[in-house]
């Protein structure tokens, strides 16, 4: 396996806040957290999140916002007063702002909140990102057992993340694995993950120079890709979100052929 060109500082903070979320998923009441697995919206590609009923507490999701903020100034000494400006500017109604604009990948709004605030631009959407996970990972859980397939084009059947990393499995099965909330669902070997193209003509793989365990799998009719990783070589599998990580030279490989990790959708006439 290639040497990931992730620092090797920026992989032991990654570590240490997966285990923070893991800490705090595990101390959530297990029914703050309600799914509603209607069959009809999830075969329409509506994911299990949207319709779940979530009982976010506000308390805790402020302190864990003050922990991450600790965390991170370890690592980076000099953003512990954006930390703190992050910690005085939340109140209950903008935190939950926050959830919800982070439920909706509204990356405009988390600009715009650090432009107006003069915080680094990364800064609030990583740290809402950061800690809404354990909510998401939590219906994950709850719900894993009857995710079995996904809808293309729609990302995670669960969060709705857009897909882009696949794990071989067992007899060589492909297994689609969420970074985000840890969810996974199976999905055909030579189908693209984004457009459910099939065809071996418009589907196929790049591979990378040294990378015996991982390639990529391109299609060119929505130009979509997603990073294929042989985990049955590695002697201890890392998470998703670890995986996602340690692969990110492959998103640059593919990215610089001119492929995107959420394909683009088809006009038809």
């Known amino acids: 396996m290639k040497k990931s060109v992730v620092s090797k500082e920026y992989q032991k903070l990654q570590k240490e806040i997966i285990e923070l979320q893991e800490q705090w998923r595990t101390s959530l009441d297990p029914d703050c957290v309600r799914?509603?697995?209607?069959?009809?919206?999830?075969?329409?590609?509506?994911p299990v999140t949207a319709l779940a009923a979530i009982d976010f507490d506000i308390s805790l999701f402020l302190q864990w916002i003050e922990d991450i903020g600790g965390l991170l100034s370890k690592y980076q000494p000099e953003i512990e007063t954006s930390m703190q400006s992050v910690k005085n500017l939340l109140d209950e109604e903008t935190a939950k702002r926050w959830i919800d604009e982070a439920f909706a990948f509204n990356y405009i709004y988390f600009?715009?909140?650090?432009?107006?605030?003069?915080?680094d631009g990364w800064i609030p959407q990583f740290v809402a990102e950061t800690v809404l996970r354990?909510?998401?990972q939590l219906t994950a859980a709850k719900v894993q057992d009857e995710i079995h397939q996904g809808v293309h084009g729609a990302g995670c059947p669960v969060c709705g993340e857009p897909v882009r990393l696949a794990q071989l499995e067992g007899e060589g099965k492909k297994v689609l694995h969420c970074p985000r909330?840890?969810?996974?669902w199976n999905d055909r070997r030579v189908a693209c993950s984004h457009c459910g193209n099939n065809d071996h003509e418009t589907v196929k793989i790049l591979t990378i120079e040294g990378e015996s365990a991982a390639q990529i799998q391109i299609c060119e009719e929505c130009k979509g890709y997603t990073k294929v990783i042989d985990t049955r070589q590695y002697i201890v599998k890392p998470t998703p979100a670890m995986l996602d990580l340690n692969t990110i030279h492959l998103d640059?490989?593919?990215?610089?052929?001119?492929?995107?990790?959420?394909?683009?959708?088809?006009?038809t006439n």
């Open 134 to 136: 354990p909510y998401l």
């Open 252 to 267: 640059f490989v593919a990215q610089e052929h001119g492929y995107k990790s959420a394909g683009e959708t088809k006009q």
């Open 111 to 119: 600009k715009s909140f650090a432009e107006e605030n003069d915080l």
């Open 35 to 46: 799914p509603n697995l209607d069959k009809a919206a999830m075969e329409a590609g509506v």
């Open 181 to 184: 909330c840890s969810a996974h």
